[in-house]
DNA sequence: CCCCTAATGGGTCTTTAGTTCCGTTAAGAT
DNA sequence: ATCTTAACGGAACTAAAGACCCATTAGGGG
């Protein structure tokens, strides 16, 4: 007993609960492809996944819940920076990396939907903000490099660079649901790019 | 008889049908105030306007038909462009009205929720692309002045601009949740503006 | 002012989401 | 290998969302 306090799969997550967890996050993409956040019952998730649907009530708080795990999961797998020598390229490749996530079906599809539960769930608006503060942080360090290299002003604000060109990809995205494409990915990185070098991002 | 085929609420417009229209949208924001998106009730909606739950579901087709008549029902109600004298200013003020749109404890409760529905939805996904169509072309205007004025350069893409100064704060807003201030939109201005100046937005 | 019927609203029924109970299974410690 | 109990899963239950029926109300044309 005195087991109330802590959170199931926490004692013995090894073996079944890793398994259970996979299964689970597995079928909450797959129903989120098909149906998206608005649409997404622990009914479903839980039969899909093969597992008892009390599972899924005991181990997850929700809807929002689970496509909060689900972003922390995907937090994890985050690639790092590029570092190809030149700014240009650098800016480039984060654009299309970008624009990778967002086209491909499952991924894009997860992606949307936690930005739809954090509209108004504060645990999803925490995972989204968690992987986009270490996924900036990361790309940052290529405009930094390209300070020292000379290529861009000193006092550039690197977190601002990456902000500025994948803004208008989510824009696009999100509000005004215009087709993201190469063109429209590689545009945005040059903007960014001939602002920087023209001191926009100083201070 | 015969009118199944038509929508209710369309052949007798006025007096009360038009009260139970405004009744239910402003019931709705409320809600979405309270709630966002997700927690978003036809039955909650319907008690809080004080009209049969009946009639709510008869006039929308679901909570995301609800989001995207409020949306329709705003569009309207956007404002012109501002005309200031100069691009500098005329694109502050387009920043600075978009920061009014998405702080305002009422309208962005409702922009984001129609995002949300969005994601998911094709009726609100609709509403959303022809609202910000229409203002992205308003506003566009001014950087068509602008070029008249020799203030940017000839080609200068003024509907890319406009999408420009918008996109970090909506990014902000949605996808990292980092705050959203003044500071913020007068930075998106001017990076915008700077970028265009340099010919960034030609073609 | 009256009439016709579009439109609303209360009440009821069906479906689905979410909870609880308790027996069963399998981690993982000894 | 054995034992303890964390964690799972089936089933029954409660609550809420959504659909439907039909009586009542009020636009708006005559």
Redesign the interface.
């Known amino acids: 007993m005195e087991q109330d306090s802590r959170l199931a799969g926490t004692v013995r997550p090894g073996g079944r609960t890793a398994r259970v967890r996979a299964a689970v996050l597995e079928a909450t993409q797959d129903e989120l492809v098909l149906?998206?956040?608005?649409?997404l019952s622990m009914d479903a998730v839980a039969a899909r996944a093969g597992v008892g649907k009390t599972t899924v009530y005991r181990r997850w708080t929700g809807?929002?819940g689970l496509v909060a795990d689900l972003m922390t999961e995907l937090a994890d797998q985050s690639a790092a920076h590029a570092n190809t020598g030149t700014i240009e390229e650098d800016l480039r490749a984060n654009a299309l990396s970008v624009l990778a996530a967002i086209t491909d079906e499952r991924l894009g599809a997860t992606l949307?939907?936690v930005?739809?539960?954090?509209?108004?769930?504060e645990e999803a608006?925490?995972a989204?903000?968690t992987f986009?503060?270490r996924r900036?942080a990361e790309w940052g360090k290529s405009i930094d490099l390209a300070i020292q290299r000379g290529e861009l002003p000193e006092g550039t604000d690197g977190h601002?660079v990456i902000?500025?060109i994948?803004?208008?990809l989510?824009?696009?995205l999100?509000?005004?649901?215009?087709p993201v494409d190469k063109a429209t990915a590689e545009?945005s990185a040059?903007?960014?790019l001939?602002?920087a070098r023209?001191?926009?991002?100083i201070g």
Chains 1, 2 share one sequence.
């Open positions: 149906h998206g956040f608005h649409g809807a929002a949307q939907a930005i739809a539960a954090a509209t108004c769930d608006a925490a989204l903000s986009y503060g900036i601002e902000r500025a994948s803004a208008p989510y824009y696009r999100l509000v005004t649901k215009e545009r040059t903007r960014a001939v602002a023209n001191g926009a991002f």
